[in-house]
Every structure is written in structure tokens, then in C-alpha cells.
């Protein structure tokens, strides 16, 4: 089992441009598609990107697409979301997650996650 801890969160205005972090400890980081989520107060979880254990493919939901990108270093054990142009929508905890096989990238979003972090808070405000 991976074990995972965000950092990175914080105020910004919108507009502006955030960076997270996600370092996960275990031997089988590398095997994992890794994705982060996003829960605002009152909504229910939601899906913000995926990415394979290659790094070669990304997925985003309209959302975010074009503004978030993620990335990961295997050799680290990080991945990482940026966000830029963020909005006040944007506000909410950021959760990293870990999905073992068969998750891909496309079904991160829909299928059982295998680890969660505890989650960061982003505020962008207007």
C-alpha cells in the first residue's frame, strides 16, 4: 500500500497560479496511476487529472483542461498538479490519489481509488 501527503495549498487570487506536491512513500510508486481530486464545501468529490505510471498520458475533465497540468517524477516519488488561471471555483481541498491495476487514466475518475492523501486546501479568491 502507497501512503500519500500533499503539500503545497494556499491562498491566491484568482488569476493567479498555485503548485502542488503529493510525495508517496512504498516501493511501487511507479506502478500507479496517480490523480488528484478536488471536494469544495458542500459538493461531493470530484475528478481534476490523471496521469499514467509512465507520465506519458494525462487526462483532464473540460473543467480544468488547459489550465491544470500534472506531472510526476517516479524517481522522487512526487507527482504534482499546477494550476494556473485559477478561479473562485477552483476553491476546494485537493486530494492526491493512487489507482492500482486495471485503472487507467480515463477511468480514474469513476473507479475504486487505491490511497488517498489528507488533502490541501486552495483558496482562490475574487
Known amino acids: 500500500q502507497v501512503q500519500l501527503v500533499e503539500s503545497g495549498g494556499g491562498l491566491v487570487q484568482a488569476g493567479g497560479s498555485l503548485g502542488l506536491s503529493c510525495a508517496a512513500s512504498?516501493?511501487?510508486?511507479?506502478?500507479?496511476?496517480m490523480g488528484w481530486f478536488r471536494q469544495a464545501p458542500g459538493k461531493e468529490r470530484e475528478f481534476v487529472a490523471a496521469?499514467?505510471?509512465?507520465?506519458?498520458?494525462?487526462y483532464y475533465p473540460d473543467s480544468v483542461k488547459g489550465r491544470f497540468t500534472i506531472s510526476r517524477d517516479n524517481a522522487k516519488n512526487t507527482v504534482y498538479l499546477q494550476m494556473n488561471s485559477l478561479k473562485p471555483e477552483d476553491t476546494a481541498v485537493y486530494y492526491c490519489?493512487?489507482?492500482?491495476?486495471?485503472?487507467?487514466?480515463?477511468?480514474?475518475?469513476?473507479?475504486?481509488?487505491?490511497?488517498w492523501g489528507q488533502g490541501t486546501l486552495v483558496t482562490a479568491s475574487t
Open positions: 496521469i499514467s505510471w509512465s507520465g506519458f498520458s494525462t
Open positions: 490519489a493512487a489507482g492500482g491495476p486495471p485503472t487507467t487514466v480515463q477511468s480514474m475518475g469513476v473507479r475504486p481509488v487505491d490511497a
Open positions: 512504498g516501493r511501487t510508486f511507479s506502478s500507479y496511476v
